[in-house]
């Protein structure tokens, strides 16, 4: 079993829907939770960056982390076109960027004008 | 903010020669970097943990004298890829940070040998 589940997809949504990506993780010492977004051919981008269980929100962005059940959550409203990424799910131990993160195998998205 | 730089973008080269990938973190002081590589639809898998001044530390399975890590600056970190061949051929990307701050990545190297 993989330490970090995450649905490949693709996921194709029209423009303007609201957007559920998730993962799920095995190891109950993961604490820190952070979400990637990957245009073709290039690197990671940051997007969100939580510690523990609870919500986060930034503009269209909120991520949610539910510990209890190993599971979390990035939502985006109002899906654009310029949405349309690869979203990598990313967990760690311990806080500090030193930290080795375990990260999701991504999930496509496409917002279909 | 956190701006990470990595040269060069798409390299092609024949089986047997050495490629070298610079990563470097342009506004701020990466005391650690750290070197992923990415195969299609696949998720990222961490290669080595590179601290400023000292010998890097690799995964499991990874071997050390085939990708040569040095990073001998606070700005400035390399994989030398050693005698390449045609499964070495992948995405290769870096991050970097200060410690404090999650991990900013560069924008990745496709790497081809023929």
């Known amino acids: 079993q993989k330490e970090v589940e995450q649905d490949p997809g693709p996921l194709s949504v029209p423009e303007g829907a609201i957007v559920s990506l998730n993962c799920t993780y095995s190891?109950?010492?993961?604490?820190?939770f952070m979400w990637y977004r990957q245009y073709s051919r290039k690197g990671p981008e940051l997007l969100m960056y939580t510690y523990s269980s609870g919500n986060k929100e930034d503009g269209r962005f909120t991520a949610q982390v539910d510990k209890s059940s190993k599971y979390i959550s990035l939502f985006i409203r109002d899906s654009q076109p310029s949405d349309s990424a690869t979203y990598l799910c990313a967990m760690s131990v311990g806080s500090g960027g030193y930290q080795k993160v375990t990260f999701g195998t991504g999930t496509k998205l496409q917002v279909i004008p | 903010g956190a701006v990470v730089s990595q040269h060069p973008s798409w390299v092609i080269c024949k089986s047997g020669t050495s490629v070298k990938i610079e990563c470097r973190s342009l506004?701020?002081?990466?005391?650690?970097m750290f070197w992923y590589r990415q195969f299609p639809k696949q998720s990222l898998m961490l290669m080595a943990t590179?601290?400023?001044?000292?010998?890097?530390?690799?995964e499991q399975g990874v071997e050390k004298d085939k990708f040569l890590i040095n990073h001998a600056s606070l700005t400035l970190s390399t994989l030398t890829v050693t005698s390449a061949h045609p499964e070495d051929s992948s995405f290769y990307i870096c991050s970097a940070t200060t410690g404090n701050q999650p991990q900013h990545f560069g924008d990745g190297t496709r790497l081809s040998i023929l």
């Open positions: 190891n109950s010492a993961f604490q820190y």
């Open positions: 506004d701020f002081q990466a005391t650690t």
């Open positions: 590179s601290n400023e001044g000292s010998k890097a530390t690799y």
